[in-house]
């Protein structure tokens, strides 16, 4: 049956009539909800200026908590609130206890932020082994035949950005504990989208910036670190926000915060908080269970047309636990950048990616806009 639009929907999502938007893997609309608090938080700076701030303090700890609770971390100190997924990264790459002749595995599809900055490593004598997935049933065991005694870290997307494929987090995590492997994910293209669990995939890191799946603006991303990982981690950003006595400016001596603050050198992005933390709350209001399930049946659904269709070729994935938000195809007879352009001009926003064209609806997503997508895909 075909998920009911509620009525929270049209309000939270007035998108142009004209247009359907499937690009939340690329940059998503702001919920209603969040558009008005980042406007209502410009509307008091300009009129009351910081005279709020202890309110805004709030708003930021209270996203730290939605954070947590949307990934299951243990605690909302295990989060800290950073620009982007590549700062997230490079914390890692620049913090991490690296011997020379050590090596991180990862995957031959990953999007540049989550290769460059292990690559970047190789001056340090750190080797980047990305296994090749794309002709494989058994992408896991790709990564692991990689592995050997000198890998510190495993560094992965959750789901592929350019084919949408979903890797089983919780057989990696299983994997990379029994041998005392860094567990690195990059889940900017499933948290919000599909259900996040960091203690069931016993993750060491998951960042991702909000602006995908998460329904936030850029630049704020949740970056999630367990407390023994923390440890082991030289620091590469200091200032006076990321100590323990954050607040008292007249004291001399400092130490590092527990907390994943620690990784929050200085002032926090309060635009970018206020706007998140609205997106967060309706994601959580909706309910994962909900919000995943309405965006893999339409996956389910734009797969099975595709496949169905003489002119479209679907190129993600067609096993059911392999599916992800993303879903992504070609027209046989049609180059993929001609019929992106066409689609773009008939008010489609897609993306081109993976040798096609990549739909991301999200759970709001009405089917007639997946199946006049579709068709426009078929006839322009
Ligand atoms: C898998 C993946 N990682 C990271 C990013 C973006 O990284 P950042 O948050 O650093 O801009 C993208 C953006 O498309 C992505 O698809």
């Not at 142009?16 to 209603?32: E, F, K, M, T």
């Not at 994997?175 to 960091?198: N, P």
Request: glycine content about 6%.
């Amino acid at each position: 049956m075909a998920p009911m639009c509620t009525p929270a929907d049209d309000v939270e999502f007035p998108l142009l009539p004209s247009l359907i938007h499937l690009n939340h893997a690329g940059v998503s609309p702001w919920p209603r909800r969040s558009a008005d608090a980042v406007c209502a938080f410009a509307r008091e700076n300009q009129q009351q200026g910081s005279l709020a701030y202890p309110k805004w303090l709030r708003i930021e700890s209270e996203l730290r908590e939605l954070a947590a609770l949307l990934i299951n971390a243990p605690h909302a100190d295990d989060i800290a609130l950073l620009k982007n997924t590549s700062e997230g990264l490079s914390f890692i790459a620049y913090g991490f206890p690296w011997q020379q002749g050590d090596n991180i595995v990862s995957v031959d599809q990953e999007f540049p932020s989550n290769r460059i900055v292990w690559e970047s490593l190789a001056t340090e004598g750190v080797e980047l082994r990305c296994a090749a997935i794309g002709m494989t049933d058994d992408p896991e065991q790709a990564l692991f035949d990689l592995v050997d005694e000198r890998t510190r870290l495993l560094a992965v997307s959750s789901v592929q950005y350019a084919s949408g494929l979903r890797l089983d987090l919780a057989r990696i995590g299983n994997f990379c504990r029994c041998r005392g492997i860094v567990l690195c994910v990059d889940a900017i293209q499933s948290i919000g989208a599909l259900r996040t669990d960091v203690q069931a995939i016993q993750a060491d890191v998951v960042v991702a910036d909000g602006h995908k799946w998460m329904l936030g603006p850029e630049g704020v991303a949740i970056f999630y670190t367990t407390p023994a990982l923390r440890e082991r981690l030289r620091l590469t950003q200091y200032g006076w926000h990321m100590v323990e006595h954050s607040g008292d400016f007249e004291r001399r001596d400092w130490t590092v915060a527990r907390s994943a603050r620690r990784f929050e050198c200085g002032s926090p992005n309060m635009l970018g908080i206020h706007g998140l933390h609205a997106s967060l709350g309706l994601l959580l209001e909706v309910g994962m269970d909900e919000v995943e399930h309405r965006i893999l049946d339409n996956t389910a659904f734009m797969s099975a047309l595709i496949h169905e269709s003489e002119e479209l070729e679907l190129l993600s994935a067609h096993a059911a636990s392999r599916q992800s938000g993303i879903v992504v195809f070609r027209r046989r007879d049609r180059d993929s950048a001609v019929l992106h352009e066409a689609l773009r001009l008939h008010g489609v926003q897609c993306a081109l990616r993976g040798g096609g064209i990549r739909y991301s609806p999200h759970y709001y997503t009405e089917r007639p806009q997946l199946s006049r997508a579709l068709q426009l895909a078929r006839e322009l």
